[in-house]
């Protein structure tokens, strides 16, 4: 009967801990290469208990720019600004951060989103 307790409670305790990001991939659309790109997101405790929010890695050359604070209570949220530089960059390009916690579902992935054009070589 113990085992069951435990485990019933390691689930109660899984379910508590659930971060969201809205919205989870933002499109920047076409933009020359060059264009210094930036994005703001929302990061959403959606959990019964407090996450702490321990790093926001960016898979790229890109940039978290800013976030508020490392503790978010339940039902809180913070925005994070990221950017991303798209020198030397050409075609579709789909840039992941991650956002390491202590939520259930870390890291918790977002995406920006975008194509980069070339530019001219003749400056037309």
Known sequence: MGRYVVFLLGIGWAQALFLRVHPPEQ??????????????????????????IQEIKPSCSCSVLSWERRSLPPGDSIAVEVSFNTAGKIGRQRKSFSVVSNAENSPTLFYLVGEVEATSLYGD
Do not use: C, D, S
């Open 27 to 52: 499109h920047f659309g076409r933009v020359a290469q060059g264009t210094l790109v930036k994005a703001r997101f929302i990061l959403l405790n959606e959990g019964k208990a407090p996450i702490q």
